[in-house]
């Protein structure tokens, strides 16, 4: 038990580090697409010269990251299909 409460602690610790928990639930979403803007806009500046092999990978995998957080922030919306024509 003593674990569990350590590690909450510590997961709530690093929200409220990275600011997480002083962002409200309404503004969430646009944090999240910032945020994804800033990963974008560095990427591709490493793609048009400079060479920062594991900056790159980390920043793909943030972008990855922050696609999920954002698609599960709007569950209710449709997965857009492709479209199929007859």
């Keep these: 038990m003593k674990n ?23 503004d ?19 793609v048009k010269g400079e060479d920062h092999p594991e900056e790159r990978y980390s920043l793909a995998y943030s972008l990855g990251a922050l696609k999920n957080v954002e698609e599960n922030l709007q569950p209710e919306m449709p997965s857009r299909k492709p479209r199929r024509d007859p």
């Design 4 to 26: 569990c409460r350590s590690d909450q602690r510590r997961r709530r610790n690093a929200l409220a580090d990275a600011g997480l928990l002083d962002i409200s639930p309404h």
């Design 28 to 46: 969430f979403h646009e944090k999240v697409v910032e945020a994804k803007r800033f990963v974008i806009d560095r990427l591709s500046e490493l």
